[in-house]
């Protein structure tokens, strides 16, 4: 167990949908980072915040949108979902601002139908 | 932007049997890493190789971090049928920004044969 809880663990939607997926980093990370793993693209990066605040940027759609509480969990929100989104999502959290001994949480299937 | 190509892709081995596999890439990286990933579970990491040249072992693994800073092996020495799963090598430029983000390999399913 990583100590990254990630919220739910699977999830089916349709098309033009729009969800949210929940992370809550290891107690005391401050730094909580979002991947996409596809079987074509791999692990993608796609954003980190930093103690509430967006650090880093990657290959995020703008229909994509994250953020950070104040209690330092994160969420990720999809919305006008395509059949291409389906993948993998993990959330990884890391103490300090840099990506090193980041811990992945089990991540999120989302399934688009 | 950076890409990272690993192999082989896929290797079948026996119990036993050592593994090397590797990963290079176009342009350099300041921070190695080496993940594994289980089926239905998240990347779980292995070793962090943070300096050019730097041979690091963990238990039955060694990884080194290649002085060109564009490359990077893992070993893994006899083994055993839990070493099945995905190794991942992911690399970061550091210091600021998007340097902080892993770009990772492909990865490279291993399979061990009892």
């Known amino acids: 167990d990583s100590g990254v809880t990630q919220t739910p663990k699977h999830l089916i939607t349709a098309t033009g949908q729009r969800v949210t997926l929940r992370c809550s980093p290891r107690s005391g990370d401050l730094s909580v980072y979002w991947y996409q793993q596809s079987l074509d693209q791999g692990l993608q990066f796609l954003i980190q915040y930093y103690n509430g605040e967006e650090r880093a940027k990657g290959n995020i759609l703008e229909r994509f949108s994250a953020q950070q509480f104040p209690d330092l969990h994160s969420e990720l929100n999809l919305s006008s979902l395509e059949l291409g989104d389906s993948a993998l999502y993990f959330c990884a959290s890391s103490v300090a601002g840099s990506g090193t001994e980041a811990f992945f949480g089990q991540g999120t299937r989302l399934t688009v139908v | 932007g950076q890409q990272l190509n690993q192999s082989p892709q896929s290797m079948f081995i026996q119990e036993g049997e050592d593994v090397s596999m590797n990963c290079t890439s176009s342009?350099?990286?300041?921070?190695w890493l080496w993940y594994k990933q289980d089926p239905g579970e998240g990347p779980v990491l292995l070793i962090a190789?943070?300096?050019?040249?730097e041979l690091t072992s963990n238990g039955r693994l060694t990884a080194q971090f290649g002085i060109t800073r564009k490359d990077s092996f893992l070993n893994i020495s006899a083994s055993i049928p839990s070493d099945v799963g995905i190794y991942f090598c992911a690399g970061q430029l550091g210091s600021g920004g998007s340097n902080y983000k892993l770009t990772f390999g492909k990865g490279t399913l291993l399979t061990v044969n009892p």
């Open positions: 342009s350099i990286f300041n921070t």
């Open positions: 190789l943070y300096k050019a040249g």
